[in-house]
């Protein structure tokens, strides 16, 4: 069944999408306030031949969401011709089941951007696929050395981890957050410029 009008206008806007937030909104307002976005990003975005409208499936204990959703929002912003809607992920499974990674995963933050008929024009799962690279790589690498992580799986979720493995992980995250902030948010960027640039070529 295809997203209508009707169902998309059941989301929350952004405002409303972090009233009710239990956990990590100030990651998400610090990182919102300090994305930096490229000249020819904002003059894109600024420049669209139609108005957008994006459907964002999300929670708030999700990372990737808490990165990757602050750049959609300054670019909204930074053009105003983004309609942004969001849906919590485990409120709206039919929605997640339309947009898992991969076919299987139930990966977010998905955005879905839809022109002003309701017809979609593409979509964007979790994050830039050269950060995954670099994250699995590096996750791989800190998985066969660190001692605390000694004998525990690769992709073990950090919920079922000792505690001292899953503060290992944690600080493993955060730090390659930062280290790869700038590139990353820059990577969002030209893939989602990326995934209008081809809908609107054809």
Partial sequence: MSITRERFEQGMSYDAYKAQMTRNRDRLEANEATVVLSAADEAFFAEL????YVLVITEDWCGDAMNNIPVLVRLARAGGRLDLRFFLRDQNPD?????????????????VFFDAAFRELGHWIERPAAISAQQ????????????????????TSPADLPEAARQRVIQFFNEFRART??????????ELREVLTQALAR
Avoid: C, N, W
């Fill in 181 to 190: 902030r700038v590139e990353a948010d820059a990577a969002v960027a030209r």
């Fill in 49 to 52: 031949p139609q108005h957008i």
């Fill in 95 to 111: 929605l997640m089941a339309r947009y898992l990674k991969d076919g299987q995963h139930s990966s977010i933050p998905v955005f």
């Fill in 136 to 155: 699995g790589a590096a996750l791989a690498e800190l998985f066969a050395t660190a001692p605390e992580l000694q004998g525990v799986a690769l992709g």
